[in-house]
């Protein structure tokens, strides 16, 4: 499995106190990272530009001296807040992406990139932030999208797969006909942590004869090492948390 990563060292969503295994929504982290400095509850950070094509290894670093300004304007528009949802809890809020306007159009603009003319005829989006990268990236390819969605929430008939959490199982689920066998699909989800939730949605698409041409992300916390649950599925992320 590859992983291309482009990428400053910088938290997001949830990172915990303590490094114990989590599910995707709560993400363990032993600390905020050595390089990130909190101002105004934003991080910071120096940046590196991995590339983003890597063959044959998991990740491959480009120039050093080779900087996207974009991932800078991503990185610094979200905001760190700490003690949230409860004490010991570093929540890293994507809200502040969304309203600065450049960031956000950066954002998708970066995926758009990747998979404009490689037809890619399904956009899938894990609940819940998927849903918001998800959509623009599925108009500007040309390609639909479909809500991949925890238990009792679609309304029609559904497709379910079942994946483990630090304590119990969760399952997704996709309607019945969104897709159909031999589509090619890339899976959309802003951070990846312990992988459990991606890799669900891959054996879900696969099980209807769906090619997974890849998995993107805006993030990736390498620590809980969530990409080796994606088997030969490729990962490509826009930023990578530092350990």
């Known amino acids: 499995m590859q992983t291309i990563i482009i990428s400053p060292l910088v938290s997001h969503r949830l990172c915990l106190a303590r490094a114990v295994p989590c599910n995707r929504l709560l993400n363990n982290h032993h600390r905020a990272p050595p390089s990130i400095r909190l101002s105004n509850h934003r991080s910071t950070t120096s940046l590196r530009l991995f590339s983003s094509a890597a063959a044959s290894r998991d990740s491959e670093m480009a120039t050093e001296d080779v900087q996207d300004p974009r991932i800078a304007k991503i990185a610094s528009s979200i905001r760190v807040i700490p003690d949230f949802p409860k004490p010991g809890i570093m929540f890293q809020d994507i809200t502040t992406l969304l309203l600065d306007t450049e960031a956000f159009k950066d954002t998708i603009a970066l995926f758009v990139d990747r998979y404009k003319d490689k037809g890619i005829s399904v956009v899938a989006g894990v609940e819940a ?18 809500p991949m969605r925890k238990p009792k929430k679609l309304p029609g008939k559904v497709i379910s797969e079942e994946y483990s959490l630090e304590y119990g ?20 989800d802003d951070l990846i942590a312990t992988g459990g939730t991606l890799a669900a949605a891959i054996r879900l698409l696969e099980r209807v004869g769906v090619k997974i041409v890849e998995c993107a992300c805006v993030i990736e916390l390498p620590e809980l090492k969530g990409k080796e649950k994606l088997g030969e599925t490729s990962l490509f992320v826009l930023v990578k948390s530092a350990a």
């Open 129 to 146: 932030r998927g849903f918001i990268f998800g959509p623009p990236i599925a108009l500007a390819i040309g390609a639909k999208f479909v």
């Open 169 to 188: 199982t969760d399952t997704i689920e996709m309607h019945v006909g969104a897709v159909e066998p031999g589509e090619r699909a890339i899976i959309i």
